[in-house]
């Protein structure tokens, strides 16, 4: 089972942009679609965006749509987000996991999440 790491997270202004990375050792080239979640303060966690396990299909949640973007390495092991436009709203640690495409939920056979990275959107 590919282990999960997360990084690029920060403090950034309104408006401002950040990329956030997520290293997955171990995965195969017949890897499952892999998405972001996150989780605010006081909130539930929640999806953000998801992208297949062919590279060819993305989605997204109604609230990122436009502003973030989902994106795979040739290889495979390293799943992107790269975020602009950013809003205090978007404040969460962010999870990366392998998704059921469709559902875009974590698959049944995900092991735990990653410890995240922190996102902090500051006006």
């Known amino acids: 089972q590919a282990q999960l790491v997360e990084s690029g997270g920060g403090l950034v202004q309104a408006g401002g942009s950040l990329r956030l990375s997520c290293v997955a050792s171990?995965?195969?080239?017949?890897?499952?679609?892999m998405g972001w979640f996150r989780q605010g303060p006081g909130k539930e966690r929640e999806f953000v965006a998801a992208?297949?396990?062919?590279?060819?299909?993305?989605y997204y949640s109604d609230s990122v749509k436009g502003r973030f973007t989902i994106s795979e390495t040739n290889a495979k092991n390293t799943v992107y987000l790269q975020m602009n436009s950013l809003k205090r709203e978007d404040t969460a640690v962010y999870y990366c996991a392998p998704i059921q495409w469709g559902t875009f939920a974590p698959k049944a056979d995900f092991g735990s999440w990653g410890q995240g990275t922190q996102v902090t959107v500051s006006s």
């Open positions: 992208i297949s396990g062919s590279g060819g299909f993305t």
């Open positions: 171990g995965r195969t080239l017949t890897s499952p679609s």
